[in-house]
Nanobody
Framework: QPHLVESGGGLVQPGGSLRLSCAAS?????????????MSWFRQAPGKEREAVSC????????YYADSVKGRFTISRDNAENTVYLQMNRLKPEDTAVYYC????????????????WGEGTLVTVSS
């Protein structure tokens, strides 16, 4: 079965940086390689709904970002290593949330219900 595991979360001061990683496995069991799946990062802050942060297409050519993170976050993927990354710079307290990695077949979507597979999440806390 496809499986996603996030890592790299933690406590960071405002203005600092973190890099999240998402290790993917088992996707060939779905009948397709990881390369046909778009990979996304979502986040959920306490008391708020889960929201889309960024998405990258299967070949890594096209990326999308929420306006709130544009210019500060960078998504990337290494299909040979089955890993997706989210480089987060100039972090703000409002970036505090559990960050989830998710996969969707073929096309990016910002709607939670459209994602096919999810990780368990990693907590990012931005505080002084």
């Amino acid at each position: 079965q496809p499986h996603l595991v996030e890592s790299g979360g933690g406590l960071v001061q405002p203005g600092g940086s973190l890099r999240l990683s998402c290790a993917a496995s088992g996707f060939t069991a779905s009948g397709f390689t990881l390369g046909v799946y778009t990979m996304s990062w979502f986040r959920q802050a306490p008391g708020k709904e889960r929201e889309a942060v960024s998405c990258i297409t299967g070949g890594g050519i096209v990326t999308y970002y929420a306006d709130s993170v544009k210019g500060r976050f960078t998504i990337s993927r290494d299909n040979a290593e089955n890993t997706v990354y989210l480089q987060m710079n100039r972090l703000k307290p409002e970036d505090t949330a559990v960050y989830y990695c998710a996969a969707r077949f073929l096309r990016c979507s910002s709607y939670v219900k459209n994602l096919n597979y999810w990780g368990e999440g990693t907590l990012v806390t931005v505080s002084s």
